[in-house]
């Protein structure tokens, strides 16, 4: 198919949330080239009906009842799902090429399955999904031909070098993380952190859920889960590098000793552009890189010793079974209820270790036991009421 003809039929879950935002910036500014046939939203009803206007024949799923009575009363009528049943709906909509899920957490992941199951394609936001439930993600994927298009920034970036590649020249993925906020904190500044410091994130701006992840450095422990599972590369040729800029989004190395990098503005819509227009390139909304106003890029080693979020990603994602999906659930239990208040923020930590050692593991696991496990870990995390 020629660029100037491709025109690709979206549905966006988790419309309303930060790479929904970027997802329609991207819709707007491509308008020629991108449709919007459906749309979800738990939180934010104002918004989705906003959303809803903007795009009049876009199918629409509320988070519950009263918030599609709602939304379709204000719409004249308009048909408006509900719920996980809604979200089944519009993930298997006959009249829709991809399904870009940006869910946060894991509740993308049945909708995801089912719109693989369907043959679409999936453009991937929600890591969670891939680290709780990577293999199954990608069986189905391949059953059908269905292609998995990485929005992460890291994920995106590692795509583009990848383009057209031998894997098996592959050496090493380089995921390039910023630190966060707390890149230069001791260990007394990070048992004093409140939910407000480590919501502030230096260089994106991202839902409360990622923030805090990145926060931890968990978000770059899921991404090198995400990344084994997206590339079928083992962990121990995925690495972590700090770069506090966030301008190359990750790197590949390969075993001539060449590492290709992306660069780009630190803006989502461009991986979520390129997701949506693969492999095809438009101008878009995006801002283009001033290099020389940037001056420099830097790099530093991860403190593992402060952050033990890597290690812990490492063991999970190298022993597999289970361990992925406790590390994943036990950690979102975690962040609630550190923005909560009823955690500190080492507890998230702890928290997501004492449930890897204590949940017990399945080495081969079905989707009922994943989903099990899941339950099990986000149990393990207590933190008095
Ligand atoms: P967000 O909190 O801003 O938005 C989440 C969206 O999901 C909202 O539309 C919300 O209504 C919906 N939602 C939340 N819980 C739901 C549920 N249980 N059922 C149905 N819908 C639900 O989150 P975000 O920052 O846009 O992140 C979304 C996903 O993308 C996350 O998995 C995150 O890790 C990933 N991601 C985000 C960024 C970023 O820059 N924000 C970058 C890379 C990856
Ligand atoms: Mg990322």
Redesign the pocket.
């Known amino acids: 198919m020629s660029p100037e003809i491709i025109r690709r039929r979206v549905v966006v879950?988790?419309?309303?949330?930060?790479?929904?935002?970027?997802t329609m910036r991207v819709a707007r500014a491509l308008s020629e080239k991108i449709e919007i046939v459906g749309l979800?939203?738990?939180?934010?009803k104002n918004l989705l009906l906003e959303l809803a206007q903007e795009f009049p024949s876009a199918h629409l799923c509320a988070?519950d009842e009263t918030s599609s009575a709602w939304l379709s009363s204000q719409l004249g009528g308009r048909h408006v799902l509900q719920g996980?049943s809604g979200?089944l709906e519009l993930a298997s909509l006959p009249s829709s090429d991809v399904v870009l899920?940006?869910?946060?957490?894991t509740?993308?992941l049945k909708p995801s399955l089912r719109a693989l199951e369907c043959g679409k394609d999936l453009a991937v936001?929600?890591?969670?999904?891939l680290v709780m439930a990577g293999e199954e993600v990608m069986r189905v994927a391949r059953h059908t031909g269905s292609r998995i298009l990485p929005?992460?920034?890291e994920h995106n970036a590692i795509f583009q070098c990848l383009e057209g590649r031998d894997h098996s020249t592959v050496k090493r993925l380089i995921l390039t993380c910023s630190g966060g906020p707390f890149r230069q904190a001791t260990a007394a500044d990070l048992r004093a952190v409140t939910p407000e410091q480590a919501l502030r994130h230096p260089t994106?701006?991202?839902?409360?859920?990622?923030?805090i992840?990145s926060a931890t450095l968990f978000?770059k422990g899921?991404e090198m889960i995400e990344a084994k599972w997206l590339f079928g590369i083992p962990m121990e040729k995925i690495d972590v590098v700090i770069h506090p800029q966030s301008i190359i989004h990750s790197m590949v190395e390969f075993v001539d000793g060449s590492i290709l990098a992306q660069l780009s503005s630190t803006d989502?819509a461009l991986?979520v552009q390129f997701a949506l227009t693969y492999p095809y390139r438009f101008e878009g909304p995006c801002e283009p890189l001033d290099l020389a106003a940037l001056g420099r890029l830097d790099f530093e080693k991860p403190r593992s010793d402060l952050f033990p979020s890597l290690d812990l990603a490492r063991r999970a994602g190298s022993v597999g079974g289970t361990l992925p999906a406790v590390l994943n659930a036990a950690n979102e239990a975690a962040v609630d209820a550190f923005l909560a208040g009823k955690l500190s923020f080492p507890g998230i930590w702890e928290s997501v270790a004492r449930a890897m050692d204590e949940v017990p593991f399945v080495e081969h696991p079905t989707l009922e036991e994943l989903i099990a496990a899941d339950l099990a870990a986000r149990a393990a995390v207590s933190y008095g009421d």
């Open positions: 879950l988790g419309a309303t949330g930060s790479i929904g935002g970027c979800s939203g738990r939180h934010n988070g996980d979200l899920v940006a869910i946060v957490g509740a993308g936001a929600s890591k969670e999904i929005v992460d920034s994106w701006e991202m839902g409360r859920k990622i923030s992840d978000n899921l989502m991986p």
